[in-house]
């Protein structure tokens, strides 16, 4: 699998105008109804609010993954924001968050999800790769660092 099968360029937002942990969802969500627009945004923040409540996806290093399993997506769609002030998005660190990476998964997907993570974590534990993304002039040059970076893996 590659992060490619389910990332889409119009999924990108480099500069996300959220100051709050529920804005950023929402602005996320509007990500994902860009690349199908009769998806129920309303059904969209709650997949991603229920898993939050969980436990928070800030999972440090100044990043955070949003995701969840929902019964409206009939494939994988992903979705990258960047918050160039950060927000607090009760990282496992106390840090401000910056690239949100986020996956609506289906329901009926058993185990595609952990692989779509795992990818995603493996390319996120190198702080080469996040410094990238953070200095990106926009959201063209982040999707073609994830293509380049992915295809190292």
Not at 54 to 83: D, F, W, Y
Request: hydrophobic share 45%; charged share 25%; glycine share 8%.
């Amino acid at each position: 699998m590659q992060i490619t099968d389910f990332l889409d360029i119009r999924a990108i937002e480099d500069d996300l105008s959220a100051s709050s942990k529920p804005g950023v969802i929402r602005e996320l969500v509007g990500l994902a109804l860009k690349i199908n627009p009769d998806l129920d945004p309303n059904l969209l923040v709650e997949t991603l609010t229920r898993r939050e409540k969980l436990q928070s996806t800030g999972i440090g290093n100044g990043v955070a993954m949003p995701h969840g399993r929902t019964e409206i997506v009939e494939k994988i769609i992903g979705c990258i924001g960047r918050s160039k002030a950060g927000v607090d998005f009760h990282s496992l660190d106390g840090q401000p968050t910056h690239l949100f990476f986020t996956l609506f998964i289906p329901e009926a997907a058993e185990g595609l999800h952990l692989k779509a993570l795992a990818r995603l974590s493996r390319l996120l534990k190198s702080p080469g790769f996040r410094e990238q993304l953070l200095a990106a002039a926009d959201a063209d040059a982040i999707y073609q660092i994830v293509v380049a970076e992915d295809a190292k893996l």
